[in-house]
């Protein structure tokens, strides 16, 4: 009996815990303020940014957080409309971005989303090889 007891407990105690773990932001990764924090900490470390440039990243990507949070509850099912505007804010971040940059970073930079943009398609290619 104890340890049908105890194998309930933990039973109990997994599925509490991973309703737990989806519940801290969903399937997009976090609030707005978890996102820019996140996002501002992995560009200082590519790119080396002085504590005033990372305060004004992590502006800039709070701002398009919240802006892609606010797209997202507005869509109302038009994926194209929303995604056509997901790519323009992502536009402006960049841009907003490049404008703090020295020039050895801006280079880094480039090539870091154009990293990013190869594994991107590399996902997508396989995980829509099959449709």
Not at 24 to 31: A, D, L
Not at 58 to 87: F, H, P, T
Not at 88 to 101: C, G, H, V
Request: overall charge positive; glycine content about 10%.
């Amino acid at each position: 009996m104890k340890k049908l007891l105890i194998i309930c407990g933990l039973l109990f105690s997994v599925i509490t815990f991973a309703q737990a773990q989806q519940g801290q932001g969903g399937r997009r990764g976090g609030t707005p303020e978890e996102r820019a924090k996140r996002n501002t900490e992995m560009l200082t470390k590519k790119l080396s940014l002085t504590a005033d440039q990372q305060t004004k990243v992590s502006a800039i990507y709070l701002e398009q957080a919240e802006g892609m949070k606010k797209l997202r509850e507005d869509a109302a099912g038009d994926r194209d409309a929303m995604r056509a505007a997901m790519v323009k804010s992502n536009e402006e971040s960049d841009t907003k971005i490049n404008a703090l940059l020295n020039d050895d970073q801006k280079k880094a930079y480039t090539t870091w989303k154009e990293e990013r943009k190869e594994a991107m398609k590399k996902r997508q290619d396989g995980n829509g090889g099959g449709q």
